[in-house]
């Protein structure tokens, strides 16, 4: 039976072959739950009966979405965390740690192969790692921290080949833009995609990374990057789809005319290229997230605004997406630069991004970010007008005082 | 609109099943029976931001939850919404994050049943796993005010104001069982894994 990457991973967690459309009862390699989740979990957890983890060194609980606490509400939901994890000896990242997705792959709590469950909507980002990572909620959390077992649909695949070499000033945050428009917000819903092609196999771990992470955007289960040519710091088996695995839609793209991407107010699938929006005035410039805010996105802002400072009277917020992260542009000389040219640094977490603390947007303010979302109300103001792109447009955008691409 | 106001029909109360009884009638006296109001939002993609923004979702009260549900769609709909009432909405309802405090606090505003085109993954899932239930039905005529009932079990939905049936599409068994039992932790204590 020719099996996609999911119908292989999921196989091997159910202990028998399945297809998709099946229903299968999976074992899980691991669990993670940050603030915005953890609390109801751990709440349906002690109602399911929980006295322990079905295995404490395999929870990650990851106090990200509002860190440090904003108000007393959310200072009490972060000393729950830590009791809890206190007393089931599970892994807690506190505070400054950083974002989930990011602590997940940098401390190989997931790996190639493994199918990993997160109370989170982006925990596709793993499929960069050839995992099957799955967005769940917390009751489903809560019942695999107790059983260890989650139960899925195996999921159909979209197969999605992109080739041809990136422009200068383009990136996967590009692509993927671009992809989100093509599939739409629902274009992947209940199935899974695979990205694979020439484009995609040169491509570092943070770049896939990008994609994995944003298939979620397409309503997708997860987003499984092919892992030829992926690099890691430990030995893995790669899994391949097999050659005449059964896809429902094959798409193939050739990227090489692509110009870097926009995705305009209120979606992440109002993609248009920076061409029509060159001009276009804002007020703050967000660089963070689990999609953009790795060490090569630091050094794509740092290369544009190396001695030169942002345009006066905007903000630019940025939250790197780890503390290693930071501590390494820290050591490259990256953070004096963007802070030299003016940023302003918070606490690696994802703040802005969900509308949390740490840089809502006034009334009709323009923010130009490198997330994922730009839903209305996403940052916290539903008066504020989102639109998304890659980093360099970030940092660019910042300089010039409107939505621009960076000097070639 | 109060319980007073709503369109009536005379009917027979349905045969009970765990189901109907939690999308179906809420008030009966002698043979008049009242079907839950519909609130229609024929509008595709409502993410989880409009349902419950991300500012309102760290906490574990659920009035204060059910107090912002939906507000940047319509800031008026905890205010318009009965215990028991419907809400309608079209194609991939519930898009966007993991949170489960999206169909948490759309239940804790009273609403009973959930009828879209379709849903996004996660929001689905979660909405069986807290026991509302959640049926996609493709075509449909139903429009806010209208009265309607919801036969889970049989997948059928009843638009009493206009005198039509719309058939929903099937569940898996897995998903049947988990809102049979009131929800996934229910579940879970009933059979102590899955089963």
Not at chain 2, 138 to 152: F, M, T
Request: net charge negative; proline share 5%.
């Amino acid at each position: 039976m020719a099996q996609t990457i999911s119908e292989k991973i999921i196989s091997k967690h159910a202990g028998k072959p399945v297809r998709a459309g099946d229903i299968a009862i999976v074992h899980v390699d691991g669990v993670m739950a940050t603030d915005a989740t953890s609390p109801f979990a751990m709440k349906s957890f002690r109602e399911m009966g929980g006295k322990k983890l079905w295995d404490s060194e395999k929870v990650s609980l990851i106090i990200d979405h509002a860190s440090p606490a904003p108000n007393e509400t959310v200072a009490n939901l972060h000393k729950l965390m830590r009791e809890f994890s206190n007393e089931m000896g599970c892994r807690l990242y506190d505070i400054g740690e950083g974002i989930c997705h990011q602590l997940m792959v940098e401390n190989a709590h997931v790996k190639p192969g493994d199918l990993f469950l997160g109370a989170d909507s982006h925990t596709p980002t793993y499929g960069a790692l050839n995992a099957f990572g799955i967005g769940v909620g917390s009751t489903d959390l809560a019942a695999t921290m107790l059983t260890g077992k989650t139960w899925l649909k195996v999921p159909k695949t979209i197969k999605l080949t992109v080739n041809g070499e990136m422009k200068t000033g383009v990136t996967a945050k590009d692509v993927i833009l671009f992809l989100v428009k093509e599939l739409g917000v629902e274009g992947a819903n209940y199935q899974v995609v695979e990205f694979t092609g020439e484009t995609i196999k040169q491509m570092t771990l943070a770049s896939r990374m990008v994609l994995a992470n944003m298939s979620s955007e397409m309503g997708a289960k997860t987003g499984l990057v092919d892992p030829s040519g992926l690099e890691l710091p430990y030995s893995f088996e790669p899994i391949f789809p097999d050659p005449d695995a059964e896809y429902t839609r094959e798409l193939i793209f050739d990227i090489s005319a692509l110009r870097p991407q926009i995705a305009k107010p209120h979606s992440p699938e109002n993609v248009v290229s920076i061409d029509e929006l060159i001009g276009t005035k804002i007020h703050y410039a967000f660089l963070g997230s689990c999609t953009n805010s790795r060490l090569e996105d630091l050094h794509a802002a740092a290369d544009v605004l190396k001695g030169k400072k942002l345009s006066n009277g905007v903000r630019l917020i940025i939250a790197p997406a780890s503390k290693r992260i930071f501590n390494d542009a820290l050591k490259d000389g990256t953070i004096e630069i963007l802070s030299d040219a003016g940023a302003t640094f918070i606490t690696s977490g994802c703040g802005p991004c969900v509308g949390s603390h740490l840089g809502v947007p006034g009334d009709g303010e323009v923010v130009i970010s490198s997330t994922n979302r730009n839903f209305q109300g996403r940052m916290g103001n539903p008066k504020a007008l989102i639109y998304l792109g890659s980093p360099a447009v970030v940092a660019a955008s910042a300089l010039a005082g409107q939505i621009a691409e960076p000097e070639k | 609109m109060t319980a007073k106001e709503r369109p009536q029909t005379k009917g027979r109360r349905p045969l009970l099943t765990k189901w109907s009884s939690v999308g179906g009638q809420k008030s009966e006296t002698n043979n008049i029976m009242t079907h839950p109001t519909a609130h229609v939002y024929p509008v595709d993609n409502i993410d989880t931001d409009r349902i419950i923004p991300g500012k309102y979702t760290k906490t574990l009260d659920m009035s204060a939850l059910a107090s912002h549900v939906l507000e940047d769609l319509d800031p008026d709909f905890a205010k318009k919404v009965q215990q028991g009432d419907i809400l309608v909405a079209a194609n991939n309802f519930g898009c966007g994050s993991s949170r489960e405090q999206a169909p948490i606090a759309i239940k804790a505003s009273g609403i009973s049943v959930v009828v879209a085109k379709t849903f996004a993954r996660i929001f689905y899932r979660n909405a069986i796993n807290i026991g509302l239930p959640v049926v996609e039905v493709e075509h449909h005529n139903i429009q806010s005010g209208d009265s309607i009932s919801v036969d889970l079990e049989n997948g059928l939905v009843t638009n009493h104001t206009r005198d039509e049936t719309y058939q929903a599409a099937r569940m898996p068994q897995q998903m049947i069982d988990i809102l049979n039992a009131g929800g996934l932790v229910n579940y879970l204590v009933k059979h102590g894994d899955y089963v």
